[in-house]
């Protein structure tokens, strides 16, 4: 009975978790000492963050509230 690799599998809080940056693509460490996780770096989160906002803006593009607004000067 081989039992050399049990102790690899399971648990292993050393094991290093690599993710791909959703930003920029690289390869890096995934680490909870990382805050801008899951991407490489504080900018890529940021440019990801703004991507998103502009994305979501579009997506937003509901009717306004222009078509109630009364304007008394009309
Ligand atoms: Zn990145």
């Excluded at 292993?12 to 990382?34: A, F, I, Q, W």
């Excluded at 900018?43 to 994305?55: H, Q, R």
Aim: neutral net charge.
């Amino acid at each position: 009975m081989s039992t050399t690799s049990s102790a690899d599998k399971g648990s292993n809080p050393n094991k290093k978790l690599e993710v791909r940056c959703p930003s920029c693509g690289t390869m890096h460490t995934y680490s909870t000492d990382n805050p801008y996780r899951p991407f490489c770096s504080k900018g890529c989160k940021a440019i990801d963050l703004g991507a998103w906002a502009s994305e979501s803006y579009r997506v937003e593009a509901k009717p306004t509230t222009e078509d109630l607004r009364d304007d008394p000067s009309t």
